[in-house]
């Protein structure tokens, strides 16, 4: 019978399955950090056990470290947090890419990096984003804190089986458009709820000509659309980024490996419970305007009219986002001026999103209306962006050139918006207070957000010309 690549590594991991009752998994793969772990390691400790698989547990701290040299961690309660996972870490055996570790990172950023994500495997992490990982062609999705105490416990977790769903892109996507706005025009188009309940098959054109840093910014966005998880097949572009990686097998077991990823993909005339198709080939840079990832507009469009939507519910939704977002119905969203933009995050802060914004920033100035940082996912992201000379075309435009974290993603951390402030961001949530109490937030790309630190309000980026960069690739 033909089958899903859902279908097959979901199979693989059934360690149990009784009618009616969610199936007994085995998990391959176990992130943690520091916000969603601490009680999950307090229970093993109060019930006396240990970590099952610590060589299959790796920690972080991403959260609430400030992004600027010297760390000083100021907070009470982020203090504790990382106190506690260093211990945690320390007591258990498992490995914690801390403070000053050449492996810190955000964990979805960090991970893919050093080659712990792999195809095939069943991943989990006790946090949302986990589906980025799954642009590898692995399923991996978010967990709540007990079920990370029982993944430590048993390495296994209890899960519903969920239903599949292909997201198949037609085209490929125009110059000057990125792996960001499409996954914002999809959540735009079909809203944050349509892919609930299943695990989203990306396919097409455009998601076969992708980096891999591009799959995981559109798998990362998976969860926006109410999805368990993203996934896209494993293939040449997958096996030669993850060659010569830390965590890989190496010479010939490695292509080995890769031949047994290849027959990951999905079968040819296997059913998937639900399918969508979205044309990319006329797509153009996004923007959102609202406090969802589904509320944005192409970059030629308005700040919509609350009255054109079709359903009560969405009219008033529209109507609360666009008064907390200070914005008339009706604007253009190239006349919106922003006083800070953020490019960062596990959705768009690896080496190719900086050298993207990068192209755009060389040889400009930053607006004198606007404070601008650069946040590199990973602090190996840094030192290669710094090899690279990016950090120079930053600072020298007048950003802010930061060490890594999730920074001003979330407010959990010094790095936040004021009441009031307008934040172009890379990355992927604009909720009420996302970015600090009364900030607001549009969700752009890396290189949206460039241009508009250098305009001091949106721009098509398309009319942008950039520089070749010519940065050493090892
Ligand atoms: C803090 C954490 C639990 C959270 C998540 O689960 O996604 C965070 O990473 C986020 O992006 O909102
Ligand atoms: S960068 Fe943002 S989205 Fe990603 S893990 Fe950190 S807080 Fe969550």
């Known amino acids: 019978m033909s089958k899903t690549m859902f279908q097959k590594i979901w199979e693989s991991h059934v360690v149990n399955e009784e009618e009616g009752q969610p199936s007994l998994m085995y998990i391959d793969l176990h992130l943690v950090h520091e916000v969603t772990s601490a009680q999950a390691f307090e229970g093993l400790r109060l019930a006396g056990r240990k970590v099952r698989r610590p060589e299959r547990t790796f920690a972080t701290v991403d959260h609430i470290i400030p992004t600027r040299n010297p760390h000083i961690v100021e907070d009470a309660t982020a203090l504790a947090q990382m106190r506690a996972i260093e211990r945690n870490c320390a007591e258990t055996g498992v490995t914690l890419f801390g403070l000053g570790d050449p492996d810190q990172g955000v964990v979805h950023v960090t991970v893919p990096e050093l080659g712990l994500t792999k195809p095939g495997q069943l991943i989990v992490c006790g946090d949302s984003h986990t589906s980025t990982h799954g642009a590898f062609g692995s399923i991996a999705f978010g967990i709540g804190t007990s079920e990370v105490e029982h993944v430590l416990a048993t390495q296994c977790l209890r899960q519903a089986k969920p239903k599949t769903m292909e997201v198949a892109i037609k085209g490929q996507l125009p110059i000057g458009v990125t792996a960001k706005d499409l996954i914002l025009a999809i959540i735009g188009k079909y809203g944050t709820d349509f892919a609930t309940g299943h ?191 990016l950090d120079l075309i930053f600072t020298e435009a007048g950003f802010e050139w930061r060490d890594s974290g999730c920074s001003m993603c979330l407010a959990m951390n010094p790095d936040f918006l004021d009441p009031g402030e307008r934040c172009a961001s890379t990355s992927n949530r604009n909720f009420e207070g996302r970015q600090g109490r009364g900030g607001r937030t549009h969700l752009v790309s890396p290189e949206m957000a460039a241009a508009a630190a250098i305009a001091g309000h949106f721009v098509d980026v398309r009319d942008w010309e950039r520089s070749e960069l010519t940065g050493a690739t090892a």
């Open 199 to 389: 695990v989203i098959e990306y396919r097409g054109e455009a998601i076969v000509g992708m980096t891999m840093e591009q799959r995981m910014t559109v798998c990362n966005m998976s969860i926006e659309a109410g999805a368990r998880a993203g996934m896209i097949a494993p293939d040449d572009t997958t096996f030669e980024y993850l060659r010569g990686r830390q965590y890989v097998p190496q010479g010939a077991a490695f292509d080995q490996a890769a031949e047994q990823w290849r027959s990951l993909r999905t079968d040819e005339g296997a059913a998937f419970d639900a399918r969508i198709e979205f044309d990319a080939s006329s797509l153009v840079p996004q923007v959102t305007w609202g406090t969802s990832p589904g509320m944005g507009a192409p970059i030629t469009g308005l700040v919509p009219n609350p009255e054109s939507f079709e359903t009560d519910n969405k009219r008033k939704a529209a109507e609360k986002a666009i008064e907390y977002m200070g914005i008339a119905p009706g604007t253009p969203l190239t006349e919106i001026s922003i006083d800070r933009v953020f490019i960062g995050s596990c959705t768009n802060g690896r080496i190719e999103d900086l050298r993207a914004a990068a192209s755009i920033v060389k040889g400009r100035k930053v607006s004198d209306r606007v404070q601008a940082m650069v946040v590199p996912g990973s602090t190996k992201i840094k030192w290669q962006a710094e090899r690279e000379g």
